[in-house]
């Protein structure tokens, strides 16, 4: 999977972005890095306007080459992912201003895709979850129901090639 670095200035440049990406859900990223339809990527947006670089997973619709003679640039085509939406959706409204108290998070948080079983406190009654995002300071887990507020939640996660789960308490 590829990092795709997208540098956003303003609103105005993330809208053009969109708008360049065509059909709703996919955006133009700037690229000299030749792709094909279907290469699984990650973009990650950077700005001025947000308060961490945020990381959302797509698939290359299209790639094209520069046209230096036309004045067009070189990149890709990339349609997010169904389920990264809510990232989407944040850097519009974090750089259209509608999000000033978004807080700055100390370490950048990765896109994973990891089943994983979850228990809440002492109860040996385990869930099934993926864990969709990781950083060095936590992760995030998606279920189907809300967690309990004030409760220790323990993961249990089995590394490729492990024959036991490790377990990581919050």
């Known amino acids: 999977m590829k990092i795709l670095r997208l540098r956003i200035k303003s609103h105005d440049e993330w809208q053009t972005c969109l708008t ?11 690229t000299t890095e030749p792709l094909t339809a279907g290469d699984d990527v990650v973009v990650e947006i950077a700005s001025p306007g947000l308060p ?3 990381l959302i997973r797509g698939a290359v619709d299209a790639w094209r080459p520069a046209l230096p003679r036309l004045r067009v640039r070189a990149g890709a085509t990339v349609r997010f992912a169904d389920a990264e939406s809510h990232k989407r959706e944040f850097v519009s409204e974090a750089l259209a201003g509608q ?13 994973v ?11 040996p009654e385990t869930h099934e979850s993926t864990l969709c995002e990781i950083s060095a300071g936590g992760g995030m887990l998606t279920t189907d129901r809300p967690l309990p507020m004030g409760q220790d939640v323990i993961v249990e996660i089995a590394p490729p090639g492990s024959v036991a789960p490790m377990t990581i308490q919050s």
């Open 20 to 30: 360049e990406g065509g059909t709703s859900g996919a955006i133009f990223v700037p």
């Open 52 to 54: 961490n670089k945020v």
């Open 99 to 111: 999000r000033p108290d978004a807080p700055r998070r100390r370490h950048d948080r990765f896109p």
């Open 113 to 123: 895709t990891v089943n994983v079983r979850y228990r809440i406190g002492q109860n």
